[in-house]
Structure formats: structure tokens, C-alpha cells
């Protein structure tokens, strides 16, 4: 984030004598990125923030993956994962479930109505797209309200609970875990950081937390998921803190949560077909993340608005459908919740009949959220349970 903020009191000077009302000094930590050489924040601490009385092993949720192997697209049908009458006991960090991943990127999945541990991912940003539901996200920057399709963008290290308000449902969640940072994409920037006229979003549409959030407490709980020697590279570690973690009266600078929402997000449209580049809203190291959105489509008189086949020979592509009828997916069983992985070395596009029946149309009602990785992904538990087994077959037309 590029974007400068200030939240609470801060004193005048950075690295000054800072002191509370009975002359007691604060604790100031600098959270930063690559190593002081980039974006980060100064934050005001009651307590000392490397005060911990323990640290133990966490078990982290299932991490293990399998090779996509044979080779063949995917349709993983989440919504089959999770009943909603057990999300009470599920949490957003505990009991997220592994659909894909690999060196650069997890991708999972959960049903949650619960309150989540304290927790901070020590290996990368997160970026959580909210399916459906609404909540707030404490962190140690102060409250992010949360709502169905948002993105909810926690860079790494950064300490935060989930909350779900069950007033409507639970909230579905479909977090992102980057080993990298999540960030808007360089073309979009100005050479200092500004989001540029051509981008399809800017600064007034991304939300940080608008003021702190203080809690008391002792012997508190984080769960920390880092580097290690675990499956896929990722292990846990269950830290206790003398006292409370959200002690922070103030912070300023670049470094900090936020949200996007979808509807935010001016899809660019064409007289032909456009390729997914225009769909982008992120990028992190070797992969990126695009969304389609309703919008008008192709106005040439013979335009053909469902995509081209085409080949990834560079690339995985998941795509995460979350609203409308997906209009190149017709005809292939896939619906809302569903993700398709569409694996490097082997074309795809629309499924035959999809070509015809969207000729001539002025306008596609469809949602979905693209990650289109650099490397080769693999399965995670929760991929291989929710496969339908049957989408590679759907462009052939013959049941197998
Ligand atoms: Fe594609």
C-alpha cells in the first residue's frame, strides 16, 4: 500500500520520547517490508509487543497436497466441504481446508460462525475473498468490517481475529495465502504509487481500519503460521503474550490491512473480447488475481463474447464462481461455489454449446475470482474431497 494513513495518536517526531497520560513511555515497533527498504508503519504499544511467556507447536490443519497426476482440469465443488449447521464450531483460521497450493500460494476454503484464535501468518499477505457473509476483522491496526465480496487483504505478520456476525448466515470465506506480498498490479501505479486513470479501481475504494482497537488481557493466545519444515514448507507455532496484543493508541504509515469489494471493482470492456488481464485486481510473486464481473460485452456485429480456446503454457488457472450463470461454463455442471482448475499444458475454454448460445448477447451476469499461478498446483485434502470427477470429459460431450 502505497497509501499513507494515520489512526489514533502518534507523537510529532518518529523514534521520540512518546508517553501516556502518567508519563509511562509507549513501545514503538516498525513493521516493515524488505528489510526497511520498503512500505511499512510505526506503531505505539502499551506493552512491550516481543513479550511472550511461551511458545509451543501448533498442528496445523491438514497441509499435505497431491500432483495433479494424470493431468486433467478439476471442478472442485466447495459448498460440498462444509454443512452450514456445523459452522458454529468452525473458525476462519483453525478451520480453513486446503483446496490447492503450492510454493507460491494456498488457496482454501470455510464455513465459519465462529470466532477465530488470534493469529498472524508469518509467511506471507493474505487475501480472503468473502463468498457471502459479513463480520469484522480485529488486527493490531484496528477493525475491518468485512461483507460479502470483499476482499480482505492482511499483510504478513499482522495479528487479527476473525468475527463473524451471524445475524444473516455464517460467512463463507475463501482465503488466498501468498508466501509473497498481495498488491495492486505495478501497471496500474504512477512511478510513486498512485492508482493511474486507466486502473479500474483506486484509492477511495480501498477501506483500512479508521480507528485503533485496545483490548485488555494477559497470557493471550497467537497462533503464528511460518516457514518450516512441514508439508508444503508450512508449519505452526502457538505463542503466548504476556499481555494483550491489541495494545496499540496509535500508527502511521503504508503498512496495513484493507478491503476492496468486488462491486468496486469498473470491469473494461471491448468491442472484441478482452483477455483476462483487464480482469486483474492483484498481483503477488508468480501469480496473480483477476475477477470477471457483470458487464456489457463485445459490441462487433460478430463478435464472439465467450473466450477463445487457449493454452496456459505458462500457468494454472482456478476460478472461483460466486455469482450469475458463468457463461463459458454452460453446459459443463459448474455453478456457484464451484471452482475449476484448469492446469498448465492442456487448452481450455468454453464448453461447445456455450459458443452459440452466447452470440449476439449485450451483457453477462456472471461473478467469479481468477488465481492464475506460475507453477504447477496441487491438491490439497479438501481438492481432492470436493472433485466432481467427471468435469475433464465435459468439452467431449461423452460421460466416462
Ligand atoms: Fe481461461
Known sequence: ?????????VPQKRHTQFRDADGRLFYEELMGEE????????????????????????DLPDQGTVANHPLKPRHLKLHDLFSVEDAPAVDAVTGRRLVL?????????????AVSPYYRNAIGDECVYVESGAGVVETVFGVLP????DYVVVP???????VPDTTDGPSRLYPIEANSHVAPPKRYLSKYGQLLEHAPYCERDLHGPSEVHVAEGTDVEVLVKHRGNGPGGVVGTRMVYD???FDVVGWDGCLYPYTF????????????????????????????ICNFLPRKVDYHPLAVPVPYYHSNVDSDEVMFYVGGDYEARKGSGIGIGSVSLHPGGHAHGPQPAAIEASL???????????VDTFRPLELGEAGTASDDGTYAWTWAGRSV
Open 1 to 9: 500500500m502505497a497509501y499513507y494513513r494515520q489512526v489514533g495518536t
Open 35 to 58: 528489510g526497511f527498504s520498503s512500505d511499512s508503519s510505526l506503531l505505539y504499544h502499551r506493552g512491550v509487543p516481543s513479550a511472550i511467556v511461551a511458545s509451543e507447536i501448533w
Open 101 to 113: 497450493g503450492n510454493a507460491d500460494v494456498r488457496l482454501s476454503y470455510v464455513v465459519t460462525a
Open 146 to 149: 468485512y461483507r460479502t465480496g
Open 156 to 162: 504478513r505478520a499482522t495479528t487479527h481475529r476473525w
Open 243 to 245: 499481555t494483550h496484543p
Open 261 to 288: 469489494n468486488i462491486d468496486d471493482y469498473m470491469p473494461i470492456t471491448g468491442k472484441i473480447h478482452q483477455p483476462p488481464p483487464v480482469h486483474q485486481v492483484f498481483e503477488a510473486q508468480n501469480f496473480v
Open 360 to 370: 449476439g448477447a449485450e451483457y453477462f451476469e456472471e461473478s467469479a475470482v481468477m
